[in-house]
């Protein structure tokens, strides 16, 4: 997809992950050269193989070793979806103790465009501190979907992940690429 733009898919450790590929498609379809990036517990929900396959980009979940080439392009915009409560709440710290966290630091820093799609269970969107994270978030120009409303309980019951809000959103990003 030489001259596309790239977007970074970040993946975080929740269901919705296991359904990346269709994101892919629809983004793919948008004209996006897609690299996906999950964190560490991220890869227990991916099947890394089909992603790469898919994107023709190697699926990253750890940081390379200094004297190793990047293997992926920079990045134009990026999506972190789905977010855990854990992304959440260490990126509006600065905490970059993983590849993604780094990644989504780095995006804030360049003023990349950035869309998350916070996914924590009911209970722990109340919590106080995901609450400071979200407005941290937000402050910093980065492009929440987030309705308490739609999320999981706290026993996991499946809720609808609103994958159609996200890719509607990437498109606006994308024509404001062009």
Known sequence: MTGSPVLYVIACGAPPAAELPA?????RAQDWDV???????GTKFVDAARLA???????????KHPDEPDVL????????A????????????GISDTLALGLLNEAVGLGL???AVPWPNAALARHPAFGRSITELRAWGVRLI????RLPDASGSPAAFPWDDLCGDLADIRRGLR
Do not use: E, M
């Open 35 to 41: 690299c996906v990036i999950v964190t560490p517990d």
């Open 23 to 27: 994101l892919v498609g629809s983004a």
């Open 113 to 115: 465009p950035t869309l």
């Open 53 to 63: 396959d898919q994107t023709g980009h190697p699926v990253r979940s750890q940081y």
């Open 73 to 80: 392009p920079p990045p134009d915009a990026c999506a972190v």
């Open 82 to 93: 789905p977010a855990t409560f854990n992304t959440i709440n260490k990126w509006a710290q």
């Open 146 to 149: 987030f309705d308490p409303a």
